[in-house]
């Protein structure tokens, strides 16, 4: 089960549970009853939602082109033909309906909140993130990543490099701890068994895996997580530190992440 986070006074989160793994978030604006939806996966999830909501949509946020990220596109604008719908440029004609075309820098407005659109490739070629910082009002950002930065892992390599990955990792990782990562798949219980193999005495670590092993167990989501907890635990937001230095033997942090990348790729 996922949850509704309340931003501030006007502006909600909620995450949709999709598929086999995905989550789809729908930010919403109470105040005039409109939303966004973030990598619609699945058109009937986020149709009953709003319904339900009784709220208007008005955007569709890609982080990128993959089927389980834009599936339900087509049929959100057969539903609502004023939509707009806003992805990389380096995504055109990968991505349906598309008709904004975004760069590191650019921004998106929605509820008096203006989102930071960083351009993050190594998952795909295309690949960026939707982060609204926090206001006077809030402690805490919100950070849409997609495949890039997992809760306790990252994303495959498909179409960039681990060069790409990891330089987009750490940019994303110099965002404020409190930054609430709200990544697009349930991937943490494994991810953190995973990290267990390369840090077995990490003691946050530990704690984090027995945490998520009793939120699944309570069919309660593990997204989202801090930026905080995912330096002190996500191996792959660590390959420059000197406890991995010290495990793969070396002071390249690129190097460290490919060995870490490939262990992963090969782990069940």
Known sequence: MCQTLRINIIMYIKCLPALSDNYIFVVQN???????VIDPANYRVVLDYLKKSRTRLV???NTHHHQDHIGANKKLIEQFPYVSIYGSEQDKGRIPGQNHYLREGDQFNFANKNAEIFFIPGHTNGHIAYYFPPSSHQETGELFCGDTLFAGGCGRLFEGTAEQMYNSLIKLRTLPNKTRIWCSHEYTVNNLKF??????????????YDKVINLRKNNQATIP????EEKETNPFL????PSLRKIFKTNNPIEIFQKIRQLKD???
Request: net charge positive.
């Open 30 to 36: 109470f105040k005039d009853k409109t939303s966004v």
């Open 59 to 61: 955007a569709i946020l």
């Open 195 to 208: 990290a267990l193999t390369i840090e077995k005495d990490n003691h946050n670590l530990l704690l984090r």
């Open 225 to 228: 997580s801090f930026l905080q």
């Open 238 to 241: 660590r390959c420059d530190y």
């Open 266 to 268: 090969n782990f069940s």
